[in-house]
């Protein structure tokens, strides 16, 4: 079974940059399509992006678009998450989901399609003002 671990999350002011990595344990995340959701207090979970397995194609959410950015570390076996430009809005605790197979992420898709996949236990980032 595959067992996600996310890593990275903190305290950081408005504008501030962070990077989260996901890191799978005794598996390749290779042949996995992967998404990062958030969850902020008192809302639901949502995905801000994702990655497909095989050839790397993303896609985000609209909120997110050219701040965010996933990408595979094949070298370490993670799949991360660049925030740039954060937001007090962008508090949360976000989380890395992955899903086995061969998924096309294209600029149609929805990310929050990949919820039914393997969960991380979650990193808190907090943005203040």
């Known amino acids: 079974q595959l067992q996600l671990v996310e890593s990275g999350g903190g305290f950081v002011h408005r504008g501030e940059s962070l990077r989260l990595s996901c890191a799978a344990t005794e598996s390749s995340l290779d042949s996995y399509a992967l998404a990062w959701f958030r969850q902020a207090p008192g809302k639901e979970r949502e995905a801000v992006g994702c990655?497909?397995?095989?050839?790397?194609?993303?896609n985000y959410a609209d909120f997110v678009k050219g701040r965010f950015t996933v990408s595979r570390n094949r070298a370490k076996n993670t799949v991360d998450l660049e925030m740039n430009s954060l937001e007090p809005d962008d508090t949360g605790v976000y989380y890395c989901v992955a899903v086995k197979g061969t998924i096309w992420i294209n600029p149609v898709f929805d990310c929050n399609g990949l919820r039914a996949g393997i969960w991380g236990q979650g990193t808190q980032i907090t943005v203040s003002s």
């Open positions: 990655i497909s397995s095989g050839v790397p194609s993303t």
